[in-house]
């Protein structure tokens, strides 16, 4: 046991004896408070006979939603100017609308000790019974929701136990993979040719180039959105964009083929010789993409078409048409693991046969 003893005005002193391993270890340290004091007694006291003490009052008694405040707090705090949350990246970002909706739910009064994964379970089946979302978007909830249990148990000092373990997250099946159709049409035209044509006759001039970059480049809408002209390079020695902000928060460099470069220079402003940071395309949000998208390819002329397939479109063609090393296409793509690019691999197997002889 440990001893405190009063030494003076405010001064309370902790002693800690142990025999550890033969040897007697003996520690002291000297508060303002008694109820100071003892606390670093029960600390210290665990650490020599290896139970280290947890005060477990500070977890027990935030909630989920006083928790997830702190977490949005970290991730997106307040411009004291505008009054508005600024996120600190696009990570952040989306993030932002996943811990409100913690904050809004029926967990949002719970203890964060009180929460466990069978809870989750049954949230989780309640949603997919319902249809209400996406496994995708569960999984995107629960991440966050994970994220706040690491923080805050690292920035309370105290191991709390993350209730979204490994049996929590919804199965998200094989996913999706709408492929632009090879096919000719009557008038000897495959999808893409459709495709280009369609966005050509957009009201926006610039839809059409836009589709082409993302085929040859695999850019996400949020970072053809935030590109600008300083960033590319179309008359280097290798033609590229460089990426400062991307989902993932990592900047990564996109190499440009020849096509790719030549859809740019269509976007190039006439009469303009400085373009600095002027964004490439003429848009505020990545969400403009998908308005300007869905006036023309319609569901009856591109059947489930999403923009999003262009991207899973030009990774298989990464695949299928070069002979890039996974590692290779994943610094192209932006992908973090490269059991992300498993379902690809699937588009090689042909160039395997030639392998076995």
């Known amino acids: 046991m440990a001893t405190i003893d009063q030494r003076g005005p405010y001064q309370w002193r902790a002693r800690i004896r142990r025999k550890v391993g033969g040897k007697v270890v003996t520690l002291t340290r000297t ?4 109820e100071a004091a003892k606390r670093w007694a029960d600390i210290q006291e665990g650490k020599v006979v290896g139970d280290e003490y947890e005060d477990r009052r500070a977890v027990q008694g935030m909630t989920v939603a006083q928790a997830c405040e702190w977490f949005l ?3 997106a705090p307040v411009d004291e100017k505008t009054g508005k949350r600024v996120p600190k990246s696009q990570h952040a970002k989306n993030q932002v ?20 994964p069978w809870d989750l379970i049954e949230w989780r089946d309640d949603l997919l019974e319902d249809g209400d979302c996406s496994p995708q978007t569960i999984v995107h909830r629960l991440n966050t929701l994970s994220q706040v249990y690491v923080q805050a148990g690292l920035a309370l000092k105290v191991e709390l136990t993350n209730p979204v373990g490994e049996k ?29 044509e369609a966005c050509a006759g957009s009201s926006r001039s610039w839809l059409k180039s836009a589709v082409v970059i993302s085929l040859e480049t695999c850019m996400r809408q949020a970072e053809l959105a935030g590109l600008t002209w300083d960033r590319v390079r179309l008359d280097a020695e290798y033609p590229h964009c ?14 440009l083929s020849t096509r790719a470069v030549k859809a740019f220079r269509e976007l190039t402003p006439a009469n303009v010789i400085v373009l600095g940071k002027r964004t490439v395309f003429p848009v505020e949000t990545p969400r403009a993409f998908g308005h300007a998208w869905r006036d023309v390819v319609t569901e009856d002329l591109f059947p489930d078409l999403r923009w999003h397939d262009l991207r899973h479109e030009a990774v298989s063609r990464l695949f299928e048409r070069t002979d890039l090393r996974d ?3 994943m610094a192209i793509s932006g992908h973090l693991r490269p059991e992300m690019l498993m379902r690809y691999a699937h588009l090689r197997t042909e160039r395997f046969a030639n392998r076995l002889g």
């Open 73 to 75: 707090d970290r991730v």
């Open 242 to 255: 460089d990426l400062p902000k991307t989902k993932n928060d990592r900047p990564r460099r996109v190499p």
């Open 97 to 116: 609308s996943k811990l409100k909706y913690w904050i809004a739910s029926d967990f949002a009064n719970w203890s964060l000790v009180s929460l466990k």
């Open 31 to 34: 508060e303002e408070t008694y």
């Open 327 to 329: 590692n290779e296409i």
């Open 168 to 196: 929590v997250r919804p199965s998200l099946g094989p996913g999706r993979n709408r492929r632009l159709d090879v096919h000719l049409d009557k008038d000897g035209k495959d999808e893409e040719v459709r495709l280009l």
